[in-house]
Nanobody, 120 residues
Framework: QVHIVESGGGLVQAGGSLRLSCAAS????????MSWYRQAPGKERELVAV????????NYADSMKGRFTISRDNTKNTVYLQMNSLKPEDTAVYYC?????????????WGQGTQVTVSS
C-alpha cells in the first residue's frame, strides 16, 4: 500500500504561481511513475504531467507545456508541480498518482487532492 498526500494548493491571482507537493510512502519511491491530474467542476479528470522512474522523463498535456514543470526528489519521496502563469481555467482539484509495478502487476494509488483556485 502506498499512501499519497498532496499539499500546496490555494488561491492565487491570474498570472501567479504555485508549487504543489506530493509525498508518497514506500521504500521504493524511485521506482514509481508519478503523475499529476486535475479535475475541474463538471469536467472529467485530465492528465497534467507525468514523470517516470529511473531517467525521470517528463511529459505534459499540451495546455500546460511551458507553464508547468514536474520534478521529483527521490531522497524525499516527493514529486512537485511548479505552476506558473496560472489562468482561471487552471482552477481545479489537483491529484497526485503513483503507478507502482510489482512483478507483472501494476497498481495505481491516488491522493485526496488539493484545491487550486485562480482568480481573474
Amino acid at each position: 500500500q502506498v499512501h499519497i498526500v498532496e499539499s500546496g494548493g490555494g488561491l492565487v491571482q491570474a498570472g501567479g504561481s504555485l508549487r504543489l507537493s506530493c509525498a508518497a510512502s514506500g521504500p521504493t519511491f524511485s521506482t514509481y511513475d508519478m503523475s499529476w491530474y486535475r479535475q475541474a467542476p463538471g469536467k472529467e479528470r485530465e492528465l497534467v504531467a507525468v514523470i517516470t522512474n529511473g531517467s525521470g522523463s517528463t511529459n505534459y498535456a499540451d495546455s500546460m507545456k511551458g507553464r508547468f514543470t514536474i520534478s521529483r526528489d527521490n531522497t524525499k519521496n516527493t514529486v512537485y508541480l511548479q505552476m506558473n502563469s496560472l489562468k482561471p481555467e487552471d482552477t481545479a482539484v489537483y491529484y497526485c498518482s503513483a503507478l507502482v509495478r510489482v512483478g507483472i502487476r501494476e497498481y495505481d494509488y491516488w491522493g485526496q487532492g488539493t484545491q487550486v483556485t485562480v482568480s481573474s
